[in-house]
């Protein structure tokens, strides 16, 4: 991966190089791309490591990125110096730890971020301080709507659409019914997200409960789903849940519907707890699948693999955002400065990488995201399935 880095930075230096000479000969002057006079490039992250969850993954993939680039020479010569700020899932920390990065550490930019509640505390403060969040992974709907924040994946709730839609379109689903758990303010966000797929298809669910329990017995709910004879289920629950959930099924000895989850579920742990179980599972990506070894996944995993780092799907969201923010810095002319990066992430055009589930374009913020599509995976016999070598794209909403 250092030889490849060198050689993108180098031969991106002999461009710039014989660019500035050509034009010095005709009495010209131009900036020869982005200049650091004042020392590192600051970036940073808030991210949840402690605490509730551990998301630790995604700005570690970020670390390692920016640690293996300054290793090549870094950006035009820039050296990035780049910082995790633990939130430890509480709001005050989170807010004090962006208010560090962003006054007393003078970061330009925050990349990689990966909270559970750092877009709903802190947007506010990114958008007032100028400094805007290319996030590697948003869970808080604030993620998905605010001016300063733009994430590197579909996120949650685009997802939920998506899954739907591929449930009614790919797997002739004809009474879909959807079991949610609510925390803060991801109750509005889910329904609109429910909501936006019977726009599109113009048919309705069946069942919409938005009272699953975070913990507890899951059995009267998979029971009201047998009876009023669903044949697809979707349910935002993540690792722990999903395999209660299907444990649940198996125990009540339901067959016939589908079961479908958000990316949280593709994980080694879900696939080695439910080898044994038949049922369908179905899971949404987004990104490349990362238990594929495919040309799409080719850099990140060369990363994570000299790195020493695990290959999970939150490793890719970190690798990506720091892919992106240095594509983008690289493309300033001058000095890196707060300004000077926020400028260039506005006027950014959309930019594809085969890792992402779309072109990105951080633009007007998070709303301005062009990520509309997953690949799907299926659990068979303990080992994950690609079912859409292509990526599945969610329509516009009619």
């Known amino acids: 991966m250092k030889t490849h880095l060198k050689h993108v930075w180098k031969a991106a230096g002999l ?75 509480d709001p005050l920390v989170a807010a004090q730890s962006a208010r560090d990065l962003i006054d007393n550490r003078g970061i330009v930019a925050m990349v990689g971020n990966a909270s559970l509640l750092d877009c709903g505390v802190n947007a506010g403060l990114y958008q007032r301080s100028n400094v805007l969040s290319v996030a590697g992974l948003g869970v808080d709907p604030v993620c998905y709507n605010s001016p300063s924040v733009a994430p590197v994946h579909p996120g949650p709730y685009t997802l939920t659409t998506a899954m739907l839609y591929y449930a009614s379109q790919e797997l002739g689903a004809k009474k879909l019914c959807a079991f949610n758990y609510v925390i803060g303010g991801w109750k509005e966000a889910m329904e609109n997200a429910l909501k936006d ?35 697809a289920v979707f349910t935002n629950q993540v690792e722990p849940g999903i395999v209660q959930w299907i444990n649940t099924a198996d125990a009540q000895g339901i067959t016939g519907i589908n079961w479908l989850f958000l990316a949280s579920g593709y994980t080694e742990g879900v696939a080695s707890a439910l080898a044994k179980s038949g049922q369908p599972i179905y899971v949404g990506t987004e990104w490349e699948p990362y238990t594929l070894s495919s040309e799409a996944n080719k850099d990140w995993r060369a990363m994570v693999t000299e ?31 707060r300004d000077t990066v926020t400028a260039a992430l506005r006027d950014m055009q959309p930019a594809s990488y085969p890792i992402a589930a779309g072109p990105y374009r951080f633009g007007k913020g998070a709303t301005d995201s062009p990520m509309r599509a997953t690949k799907v995976v299926k659990l068979e016999g303990g080992e994950w399935k690609i079912v859409t070598p292509d990526w599945f794209v969610l329509p516009a909403k009619k």
């Open 15 to 89: 461009c710039i190089a014989l660019s500035v000479g050509v034009l010095a000969l005709g009495g010209t002057a131009l900036a020869a791309g982005p200049t650091c006079a004042d020392g590192p490039i600051r970036l940073g992250a808030v991210s949840t490591v402690t605490g509730p969850v551990d998301f630790s993954a995604g700005p570690k993939a970020t670390a390692a990125f920016f640690e293996q680039l300054n290793a090549a020479g870094g950006i035009n010569g820039c050296k990035v110096e780049y910082e995790i700020a633990d939130d430890r899932g």
């Open 307 to 337: 790195a020493k780092l695990p290959a999970s799907a939150f490793s890719q969201g970190g690798y990506l955002a720091g892919r992106i923010i240095a594509d983008v810095i690289a493309g300033i002319d001058g000095p890196v400065t």
């Open 197 to 231: 797929w019977e726009t599109i298809t113009g048919n309705k669910l069946q069942i919409i409960d938005m009272t699953l329990p975070v913990q507890g017995d899951l059995t009267p709910f998979l029971i009201r789903a047998r009876d009023e004879g669903c044949d």
